[in-house]
């Protein structure tokens, strides 16, 4: 309430046909306030749930509770603490690649305020995998599950993908709980081809090798490889996919990224609409609930799915779960909802009698 008639309002007008420099303010309070243990107390007590109902483990995490942030909020780890105090579960950081990158040019966030929608095509701006592993080593131990999603860095051809994925696991191994392999961004050229049968087969047989022997010389265990997924796939497409991620004892998939598709925002400014990019938020859901919905049957719920796409409020998280996921993650919510989100949700899932593991 106080969030969508107060705040929201001065934010989104500060940042006035500037919507990523609201975001990068937002990110920077956040990283001030990850550094002061009081203020992390107080934004703790403010905002964090916690409940022993909402714990689960899943591929071998333990997650205090079911809700994470989605990629792409945090992209190089600037505020982690913080995340975890708003209530998070569990921070998925990145996509990071191998090479530092700027990003696409900007504008290139834009809002759809009715339609609590966000179109992206930020293109992996990132500081690089050596930055980021960098920065975990010189932080503390973060109290919820880190996920690190990694993806291609544009100047590196397609052929040459997996060479880059692999450089970004070796950089990162030792600070992840478990990686995103990030095969569904709209805004890298060619990424999404390497959802097909043979490159997404090459890719991920290149890093269970590589994460096999990484965790034999440190004498730990593999990390979990999750495969994040686009929502535009047809069913046949995933059918593919899902037998590919099982020949390769993928542990979870991540469903889903932000679409190309343009459903659910007539009636908006044409402008916008037209803007190249990922589209995210309310208008995903059903998109994503039905992708969610389809893994789940195609693999007899013995798959763990973090469900992703257009969770605004907790009712959107009650109808993931039900459709199949055993976690969740936001971002759009995050923007159009506010910092209060988690909480609700989390005390929405604690309150229902059973919740599906
Ligand atoms: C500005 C922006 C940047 C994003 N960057 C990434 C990214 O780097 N990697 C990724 O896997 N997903 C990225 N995403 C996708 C989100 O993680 C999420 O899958 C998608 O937005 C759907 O969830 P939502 O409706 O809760 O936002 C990004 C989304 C937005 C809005």
């Known amino acids: 309430m106080l969030y969508k008639q107060l705040l929201r309002p001065i934010l989104f007008r500060l940042g006035r046909g500037d919507a990523e420099g609201a975001h990068e303010r937002t990110v920077a309070l956040l990283a001030a306030a990850s550094r002061s243990r009081l203020l992390l107390g107080a934004v703790e007590r403010a905002f964090a749930f916690s409940h022993p109902a909402l714990a689960r483990n899943v591929f071998g995490l333990r997650f205090p509770n079911p809700l994470g942030l989605a990629a792409g909020m945090d992209k190089d780890g600037a505020a982690l603490p913080a995340w975890a105090a708003l209530g998070f579960g569990f921070v998925e950081v990145g996509t990071v690649t191998w090479h530092a990158q700027p990003g696409d040019p900007r504008p290139r966030l834009f809002r759809l305020p009715e339609r609590e929608a966000l179109i992206n095509r930020m293109g992996f701006n990132n500081a690089g995998a050596a930055a980021l592993a960098a920065r975990l080593a010189a932080a503390p131990a973060l109290r919820v599950p880190l996920g690190i999603s990694i993806g291609k860095s544009k100047a590196t051809p397609l052929e040459a993908a997996v060479d880059d994925y692999i450089a970004s696991l070796r950089a990162l191994f030792d600070h992840a709980g478990y990686f995103a392999v990030n095969v569904s961004s709209p805004n890298t050229p060619g990424l999404r081809a390497l959802q097909d049968r043979a490159q997404l087969g090459a890719l991920l047989a290149a890093l269970v090798v590589e994460n096999a022997q990484l965790a034999a010389q440190r004498g730990a265990a593999p990390r979990p490889l999750l495969v994040k997924i686009a929502p535009d796939l047809s069913e046949p497409a995933l059918a593919e996919l899902l037998e590919v991620c099982a020949e390769h004892g993928v542990s979870g998939l991540i469903a889903t990224n932000t679409s190309v598709g343009r459903g659910g925002l007539e009636g908006t400014d ?42 605004l409020a907790p009712d959107d998280a009650c109808r993931m779960l039900d459709a199949g996921a055993t976690l969740l993650q936001l971002y759009t919510g995050l923007v159009y909802a506010g910092p209060t989100l988690p909480r609700r949700i989390n005390r929405a899932l604690a309150g229902r009698v059973s919740i599906p593991f």
């Not at 919905?293 to 257009?310: N, S």
């Open 270 to 311: 044409p402008a916008l609409v037209a803007q190249a990019g990922g589209l995210s938020g309310r208008p995903l859901a059903a998109r994503a609930l039905d992708v969610v919905r389809f893994v789940a049957r195609e693999t007899g719920g013995r798959l763990p799915i973090i469900g992703v796409g257009g969770i």
